[in-house]
């Protein structure tokens, strides 16, 4: 059986340099390497932009090279959404703990309807949504057990070391 850094070097999603493209044989987009350096600068200079600490830098190949800060279960990406080529940020919270390669999204500003020009307030703007969808949900929740007989919810936020399921709703 191969080791996965074996696996990792004899794949086609490694990039290869060939001229002014850097680009791997999967990918097939024709990916530059001038693309790459400046996903790798924007990367850079967006973990400086952001407030808080524990940004790390990313550079991913996907039919073109982008690139993302992440912290703890935070995820802001910069794109290009605009005609003028200027950046936008959107911002994701993933739970990293179920998969760890990136996890899965549990709350997004992604798209290009809901980035913005400074990646802090995309943050700010997502933290903010999510809290407001979560609160409405929950208020829907106790409503509906009241109506049902069963007394009002009150949440409990999960603590370091429980599990989630055994925290999250207990019946007054």
Not at 39 to 61: I, Q, S
Not at 62 to 80: E, I, L
Request: with cysteine; charged share 25%; proline share 5%.
């Amino acid at each position: 059986m191969k080791k996965l850094n074996e696996m990792v070097e004899n794949d086609n999603w490694t990039p290869v340099l060939k001229g002014k493209t850097y680009c791997s044989p999967a990918c097939g987009h024709g990916c530059t390497k001038s693309a790459y350096d400046q996903a790798v600068r924007d990367a850079n200079a967006l973990v400086k932009k952001l407030r808080g600490e524990g940004w790390k830098p990313e550079v991913w190949e996907n039919s073109g090279w982008h690139f993302k800060a992440m912290s703890g279960p935070v995820q802001v990406y910069g794109d290009r959404y605009t005609r003028d080529g200027s950046l936008r940020f959107s911002c994701l919270i993933a739970d990293n703990a179920r998969e760890p390669s990136g996890g899965s999204c549990i709350w997004t500003t992604k798209s290009p309807a809901r980035a913005y020009a400074d990646p802090n307030q995309a943050v700010m703007n997502m933290f903010r949504d999510a809290v407001l969808a979560t609160s409405e949900i929950l208020d829907a929740v106790h409503k509906a057990a009241r109506a049902a007989g069963m007394g009002g919810l009150v949440y409990c936020p999960p603590v370091e070391g429980m599990r989630k399921t055994d925290s999250l709703l207990f019946l007054t």
